[in-house]
């Protein structure tokens, strides 16, 4: 092996691929639960009423059609800044790959600080320390764990992760039996009533959807992933069926338990629900929803770094962002800057504007990823070896559904459509 001469370069650091198909898959499954079912519940109860759980499986679907498309290109191309490339490869545009990734990181950002700040009111009661300060603490701590390493950033994450899930199954098992209503109250958890109508159950659908939010963000550590052309789009799918599946069992107990205006309320709607009877489980699932923002907003915080890490292919000028240190081999200076932008935004703005902001900035993204793939499926004369494809009809009905989502926000937005509450 060659010696280094005197004023040589060093050799540049590389992300390692350190993620194997269960860690991917834990990674996944936190950043969709993690904040968001524990913190939007009651939302998206306040806006659809009974007809809630409806609202998640509108949701679901048109995640489920979007993390299809994201699943196949993950395949096709695993790189960080996933986003960008699959719109780069479809469009050939310079700019609109690296707008993409802007438009990502932004919405990784907004909902870590979104997490951060939540994290922040909550330790308000319990320490009486100013809220400034705790959001300070919690961005401080996150940017550490961010920094010292892809698999001890994931690791820590798939912990909590696994505690996150405990909570959504206790949950079940401790309020299940009000699954039991089912047979006498379906309508109402189907249908929505007067007092919400069919306005409040499509904007349930759209606050609901920042739930979901996540399964995209397990593409940007494709660098970091084993095997990733097999495991990420196993991991991606099996990350948002496992969640679509609480969520929606979650919320029928929600609604079946306490009344919708009574879970709007509540800032610990989950804790709620167990009731005051269940003192102990009530106080631990405070708990898991305070870990359940801090695991989201360090897995934001992660993804967030690794897309300009990404965008340097596509950004030159993002290339002092994106050095990796090479004792961490992560990178630092990226981190710190997404850091420092969670900051800012955490003492500023709050929950629910940024999940709607969220939701559009996603949605968007969703469409013109969608779009890249059915441009790319239609040039092409075969699929790449090894490669899973699947239905065009499913990109396109992702792209027609996240427009849906987008034009009906925009409608009430402009006062054409609005919930009847």
């Given at each position: 092996?060659?010696?280094?001469?005197?004023?040589?370069?060093?050799?540049?650091?590389?992300?390692?691929?350190?993620?194997?198909?269960?860690?991917?898959?834990?990674?996944?499954?936190?950043?969709?639960?993690?904040?968001?079912?524990?913190?939007?519940?009651?939302?998206?109860?306040?806006?659809?009423?009974?007809?809630?759980?409806?609202?998640?499986?509108?949701?679901?679907?048109?995640?489920?059609?979007?993390a299809i498309s994201f699943a196949e290109l993950s395949a096709r191309y695993p790189v960080s800044a996933g986003e960008a490339q699959y719109v780069k490869a479809a469009f050939g545009t310079r700019w609109l790959g690296p707008l993409v990734g802007l438009l990502v990181i932004s919405t990784g950002t907004v909902s870590a600080a979104t997490?951060?700040?939540?994290?922040?009111?909550?330790?308000?009661?319990?320490?009486?320390?100013?809220?400034?300060?705790?959001?300070?603490?919690?961005?401080?701590?996150?940017?550490?764990v961010a920094a010292w390493g892809?698999?001890?950033?994931?690791?820590?994450?798939?912990i909590i992760t696994l505690i996150e899930v405990g909570g959504l199954v206790a949950v079940l098992v401790l309020r299940g039996g009000e699954l039991g209503q089912l047979s006498?109250?379906?309508?109402?958890?189907?249908?929505?009533?007067?007092?919400?109508?069919?306005?409040?159950?499509?904007?349930?659908?759209?606050?609901?959807?920042?739930?979901?939010?996540g399964f995209e963000?397990?593409?940007?550590?494709?660098?970091?992933?084993?095997?990733?052309?097999?495991?990420?789009?196993?991991?991606?799918?099996?990350?948002?069926?496992?969640?679509?599946?609480?969520?929606?069992?979650?919320?029928?107990?929600?609604?079946?338990?306490l009344p919708p205006e009574e879970l709007a309320r509540s800032r610990i709607p989950l804790a709620d629900i167990l009731g005051t009877e269940a003192v102990g489980a009530r106080g631990a699932m405070s708990?898991?929803?305070?870990?359940?923002?801090?695991?989201?907003?360090?897995?934001?915080?992660?993804?967030?770094?690794?897309?300009?890490y990404g965008l340097r292919r596509h950004a030159p000028a993002l290339q002092w962002l994106a050095v990796v240190n090479v004792r961490t081999q992560t990178p630092i200076r990226a981190t710190v800057l997404i850091a420092t932008l969670v900051l800012v935004l955490a003492l500023r703005l709050p929950l629910e504007t940024l999940a709607r902001a969220?939701?559009?900035?996603?949605?968007?993204?969703?469409?013109?990823?969608?779009?890249?793939?059915?441009?790319?499926?239609?040039?092409?004369?075969?699929?790449?070896?090894?490669?899973r494809?699947?239905?065009?009809?499913?990109?396109?009905?992702?792209?027609?559904l996240c427009v849906a989502l987008l034009v009906f926000r925009a409608g009430t937005l402009l006062g054409f459509s609005s919930p009847q509450s």
């Amino acid at each position: 092996m060659g010696t280094m001469e005197a004023g040589d370069p060093p050799p540049a650091a590389e992300l390692r691929r350190t993620l194997s198909l269960p860690l991917i898959t834990l990674y996944g499954i936190g950043t969709i639960v993690g904040g968001g079912i524990y913190a939007l519940l009651g939302k998206v109860a306040g806006v659809a009423g009974m007809a809630a759980p409806a609202s998640f499986l509108m949701a679901t679907a048109v995640a489920a059609a979007c993390a299809i498309s994201f699943a196949e290109l993950s395949a096709r191309y695993p790189v960080s800044a996933g986003e960008a490339q699959y719109v780069k490869a479809a469009f050939g545009t310079r700019w609109l790959g690296p707008l993409v990734g802007l438009l990502v990181i932004s919405t990784g950002t907004v909902s870590a600080a979104t997490l951060a700040n939540a994290v922040g009111q909550f330790l308000v009661e319990l320490t009486d320390w100013p809220h400034a300060l705790n959001v300070c603490i919690v961005v401080s701590c996150l940017t550490l764990v961010a920094a010292w390493g892809i698999a001890e950033s994931v690791t820590a994450a798939a912990i909590i992760t696994l505690i996150e899930v405990g909570g959504l199954v206790a949950v079940l098992v401790l309020r299940g039996g009000e699954l039991g209503q089912l047979s006498v109250r379906w309508s109402e958890v189907v249908l929505p009533d007067a007092a919400h109508g069919w306005s409040g159950l499509a904007l349930g659908a759209f606050l609901a959807f920042y739930a979901y939010i996540g399964f995209e963000d397990m593409v940007n550590v494709a660098e970091e992933v084993r095997e990733p052309q097999r495991n990420l789009p196993i991991a991606i799918l099996a990350a948002l069926g496992l969640t679509s599946l609480l969520y929606v069992l979650i919320c029928l107990v929600a609604v079946l338990a306490l009344p919708p205006e009574e879970l709007a309320r509540s800032r610990i709607p989950l804790a709620d629900i167990l009731g005051t009877e269940a003192v102990g489980a009530r106080g631990a699932m405070s708990a898991i929803s305070v870990l359940a923002g801090v695991n989201g907003a360090l897995i934001q915080i992660v993804m967030a770094s690794r897309i300009v890490y990404g965008l340097r292919r596509h950004a030159p000028a993002l290339q002092w962002l994106a050095v990796v240190n090479v004792r961490t081999q992560t990178p630092i200076r990226a981190t710190v800057l997404i850091a420092t932008l969670v900051l800012v935004l955490a003492l500023r703005l709050p929950l629910e504007t940024l999940a709607r902001a969220a939701s559009t900035i996603i949605l968007t993204v969703f469409t013109l990823v969608n779009l890249a793939l059915i441009r790319i499926r239609l040039r092409e004369a075969a699929p790449p070896a090894g490669v899973r494809t699947y239905p065009l009809w499913i990109p396109v009905a992702g792209a027609l559904l996240c427009v849906a989502l987008l034009v009906f926000r925009a409608g009430t937005l402009l006062g054409f459509s609005s919930p009847q509450s």
